[in-house]
């Protein structure tokens, strides 16, 4: 329940209409101060002439709080008998949660048109905001406007006007109209509020039938095409501030727009593209406007740019006689770096007779950041070195890190931030904090150019643009792994072959031996750190072993990965790459399997051989090629066993390393079975809620989706209500059966969903299993509860009319009825939906006597959202002839 303040609406009531027609326009906004400690700045328009002044406005903070007061600090004359008026107060909100903050102030100026048919000086003006406070997101700073809530519009000439949102934490925001709001917030329903655009003319001006009055949803301009009657109307919409896909807070603004008699026409502005800037350079952004009229225009600008973080955009015009040219100027900064657009609005005013008109055009601008610059990379043993310079935009959080093989030539385009995925670039690190300016990279491809860029980034998720390419090649400085096949498939008993190559640019002076290898196993993709083998010590380099065959593996379930560690002198001089075998994995389906194999490898492959051994052969056969570590085989029979194996082909890709690398896979079988739903059934229905029928019907897949052709049944669902689970109620036999109908008592409300289920089907385990499709559509049906009581009853035993009993009702669960005397003494209480109330006191069994009998009845409606409660009160007529009736 809202609370004002007492004295304040006592004082309404008895006040005349000269000290309550005050109110024209205004808005809540707020901006976060700490914790849970908001500072809320209200703005009310109001007539200056009135009586009725406000150093003081009631407030409900929406928490349950005291009734409370804002403070008004300024006061600013407008002309035209207007003032503006600033209101400020901190308010600490005790935790989480959704707040509605509420102001209502008596009364409207007097004569709105679209409000209570012009009789505005009695309706109550009211203005509210809703904070969102959650620990979910970082506290949030309302939307606030830069162009005023009091605006002029010709009659018959089209009215455009945009408030210049301007949202300093970047959310989306959502524009949309509503009715103007009344005591306790409420929205006035509609006919008592009109939108502008429904007000009808006067006599003398026929009615428009294309008069459409519009709001842009994502940039807030407003059209009225065309006012047709001079006056005064408030127009009120509400803006929403989204982040992340959550709405987190609105604010309404009801305005104030004043339509006079003129015959001026409105200014034209040339169209302006959206663009983009790099912070610390300054945006010069052309200008142009004409008038029809020949008026003097004057271009003005509003929106973020102009109002939220110094140094503000500001617009220069040379002169104002048409056509008219002028320059919005920007000189952008690192603190004007945010990832969604600054949206600016130009605005073009005219010096018309009557009424100066205006032309909006609205633009976006992207500030982006600079590029990180002086990108060096340089190789370092095995491993290369990044270093660059530090952002100038300090407010940077951190970088981001992007690699390839060879180099690119990327050069970013007009607008285009970051690291473009269409470069063949990948992102491998953060470094966090704009002061942390180098990186190492220790995955190398040896032998070939690794590429590198870097972009900085904020805290919103902007990003730089990208910084110069760097690259660098790391030679052959340790043993490098070029075979890993898998021999023999078991879980038990199988085989890899491995290989590997000295490093070519080893210091043989200084490393003089002698020599020996440790090689060492990891289970699947892991780190090898099992010692498996160690080679014979020699102190000729050349003679070093540089194979092995390893046996008593398992090569059936995991992959294994091996490296080499290279000794000169029992001392470690380097270790090798790691490389595992191809693995394969497999997913059978209905009549076909998917392969695919994982592999972790420091040479790349741009080939794989499948094989395959079909049902009924003794040998594999080469089968197809693939370049991509994944294959579909399909047109396959279900229940049969498929044999796969993949040969690998890949390659270093160098000079001293350019041979063909050919690595087997382990062998795999799969049996394709049926475990692919059907298509989903599409249902409509039509339900009677005066006759109980509700009659459902849904499409066949096996007709209507060609990838399906197996469906035979259906599985029904229901609810009783839109909030429960669906459950099923029903399974029909056969794939026509897609028609079902049902008779109810009382209530059809419910909601219903079907499945396809296709034929039973073996799965490799043996288990018999049906696949079900997903959920149709869901469609629904609700009540049209009815309940009426009679006004009179004659309860004197000649079988016509003796009991109040409802008319024939339909959807009522129960009631909680009451029946009192003229004194308010209870006679009768039931919850009985049929009431069968017979006019005797309950209390005393006796006739109560003839007169008005008064009721109190909740209805609880059966209705899709639930149980709905309905009041009714009434009363009911005794008419007691003959017997001896006492009440």
Not at 142 to 169: H, K, M, R, Y
Not at 589 to 608: G, Q
Not at 826 to 851: C, H, S, Y
């Amino acid at each position: 329940m809202r609370r004002y303040f007492t004295l304040l609406i006592l004082f309404s009531l008895v006040a005349s209409a000269a000290f309550a027609t005050h109110n024209r326009a205004g808005e809540i906004t707020y901006k976060h101060v700490s914790g849970n400690t908001y500072q809320f700045i209200v703005y009310t328009y109001t007539k200056s002439s009135s009586l009725a002044d406000r150093p003081w406005l009631p407030v409900d903070w929406g928490d349950g709080s005291p009734a409370d007061s804002l403070e008004r600090v300024d006061i600013i004359s407008l002309g035209n008998d207007s003032q503006k008026n600033v209101y400020i107060k901190n308010h600490t909100y005790p935790g989480s949660g959704e707040y509605e903050i509420c102001i209502v102030d008596p009364n409207r100026v007097a004569d709105i048109l679209n409000i209570n048919n012009g009789g505005s000086v009695d309706v109550l003006f009211s203005i509210q905001t809703v904070l969102k406070i959650g620990a979910a997101f970082r506290p949030n700073n309302s939307v606030f406007f830069t162009n005023s809530d009091l605006q002029d519009a010709c009659i018959w000439q089209p009215w455009v006007f945009n408030i210049g949102a301007v949202d300093e934490d970047g959310d989306s925001l959502a524009f949309k109209l509503i009715p103007s709001s009344g005591d306790n917030c409420v929205q006035f329903p509609l006919g008592f509020y009109e939108y502008p655009n429904e007000v009808e003319p006067t006599a003398t001006n026929p009615p428009n039938p294309n008069m459409n009055l519009s709001i842009d949803i994502n940039n807030g301009t407003v059209i009225w095409d065309s006012p047709q009657r001079i006056g005064e109307y408030n127009l009120a919409f509400i803006t929403e501030e989204w982040r992340d896909g959550f709405l987190i807070g609105t604010v309404i603004r009801d305005m104030q727009i004043t339509v006079r008699d003129c015959d001026n026409l409105p200014p034209e502005l040339a169209a302006i593209p959206d663009t983009c800037v790099e912070a610390g350079q300054t945006l010069v952004v052309p200008i142009t406007a004409d008038d029809p009229n020949d008026d003097n225009i004057e271009i003005t600008g509003y929106g973020a740019p102009f109002a939220l973080i110094e140094p503000y955009a500001e617009i220069q015009q040379s002169g104002q006689n048409p056509p008219v040219e002028a320059e919005f100027i920007w000189n952008t900064e690192c603190d004007h770096v945010r990832l969604d657009p600054y949206q600016a609005v130009i605005q073009a005013e005219d010096n018309g007779n009557g009424v100066s008109l205006v032309d909006v055009e609205i633009f976006n601008i992207t500030v982006i950041a600079p590029a990180p610059e002086n990108l060096t990379a340089e190789p370092n043993n095995v491993s290369i070195d990044l270093n660059w310079e530090p952002s100038i935009c300090s407010n940077a959080v951190g970088y981001k890190v992007y690699r390839r093989l060879d180099p690119y030539g990327f050069f970013p385009s007009f607008c285009e931030t970051g690291v473009p995925e269409y470069t063949g670039y990948e992102f491998i690190a953060d470094v966090n904090g704009v002061n942390n300016t180098s990186f190492t990279d220790v995955e190398i491809f040896f032998g070939r150019d690794v590429c590198y860029m870097v972009i900085a980034y904020f805290a919103d998720g902007a990003e730089s643009y990208a910084s110069n390419e760097a690259c660098a090649e790391v030679g052959f400085v340790i043993p490098i792994m070029k075979k890993n096949s898998v021999g023999v498939t078991s879980e038990t008993v199988g085989v890899d072959t491995l290989r590997w190559r000295s490093p070519e640019d080893i210091d043989l002076d200084f490393f003089s031996g002698p020599y020996q290898y440790k090689l060492y196993r990891g289970d699947g993709f892991g780190v090898p750190d099992e010692l498996i083998y160690e080679t014979a010590v020699v102190t000729d380099f050349e003679d070093l072993e540089a194979d092995r065959t390893v046996t008593g593996l398992d090569t059936e379930t995991q992959s294994n990965t091996y490296a080499v560690e290279l000794y000169s002198n029992g001392v470690l001089v380097s270790t090798s790459n790691r490389a595992s075998s191809l693995f394969l994995v497999d997913t059978p389906n209905d009549n076909e399997v998917f392969l695919e194999w994982e592999e972790e490898i420091p040479w790349v492959n741009f080939r794989y051989d499948i094989y395959r051994r079909a049902p009924g052969e003794s040998d594999y056969s080469f089968y197809d090629s693939s370049v991509e570590p994944s294959f579909l085989d399909t047109s396959l029979v279900n229940g049969l066993d498929y044999c796969y194996y993949v040969i690998s082909y890949g390659s270093y890709g160098t000079d001293l390393e350019n041979d063909t690398l050919i690595n087997f896979s382990q062998e795999i079988c799969s049996m394709p079975y049926d475990r692919t739903p059907p298509c989903p059934p599409v249902l409509v229905g039509d339900g009677d809620c005066e006759l109980f029928t509700v009659d459902l019907e849904w499409t066949n897949p096996n007709l209507t989706c060609p990838e399906t052709d197996d469906v035979t049944e259906y599985n029904l669902y229901y609810a009783p209500t839109e909030n429960e689970e669906l459950e099923l109620v029903e399974t029909l036999v056969g794939d026509h059966s897609t028609i079902i109908d049902f008779i109810f008592e009382n209530s059809i409300a419910g909601c219903y969903a079907v499945t396809a289920l296709d034929s039973l089907n073996t799965w490799p385990d043996g288990e018999l299993v049906q696949n079900e499709s997903e959920l149709s559509n869901v469609v629904c049906f609700d009540n049209c509860p009815h309940y009426v009581l009679p006004n009179v009853i004659t309860p004197n035993g000649d079988g016509r009319n003796d009991f109040f009993i409802p008319f024939p009702y339909r959807s009522v669960e129960s009631i909680d009825m009451t029946i009192m005397n003229r004194w308010g003494s209870i006679v009768f209480q039931t919850t009985d939906p049929d009431i069968l109330w017979d006019a005797r006191n309950k209390q005393t069994g006796e006739l109560v006597t003839d007169g008005v009998y008064f009721y109190t009845c909740t209805v609880n409606s059966i209705r899709l959202s639930g149980i709905e409660p309905v009041q009714l009160t009434g009363y009911v007529t005794v008419i007691v002839e003959g017997g001896n009736p006492t009440d």
